[in-house]
């Protein structure tokens, strides 16, 4: 099994990427956006090129295009859930 390693700015494009797609969903423009989460039209647009926005302003945008209960499930730890690896040693190790 090859591991999948991912990096922030794999995770800020993977947001990026989402939040558009439900922008565009919706049939929203950036500027109906902004009004709608007061998240400025510029700071949107270049959230969707680079992925870079403050974490506030990237909730104001989830909470605007999707279920702010969504995003807080994945702070929620579930019993059932397996622990991911914390560093590079557990995943070179036997136990994976």
Do not use: N
């Amino acid at each position: 099994m090859t591991p999948f390693l991912i990096d922030d700015t794999d995770v800020q494009q993977a947001f990026a990427a989402h939040l558009r797609r439900l922008r565009r969903q919706a049939k929203l423009s950036r500027d109906a956006l902004a009004e709608r989460s007061g998240v400025p039209a510029s700071t949107i647009k270049k959230f969707e090129l680079t992925g870079q926005i403050s974490f506030r302003q990237l909730l104001l945008l989830w909470q605007s295009l999707d279920d702010l209960r969504r995003l807080y499930a994945l702070t929620r730890h579930s019993p059932d859930q397996a622990e991911m690896p914390s560093s590079i040693d557990e995943v070179l190790s036997d136990d994976l």
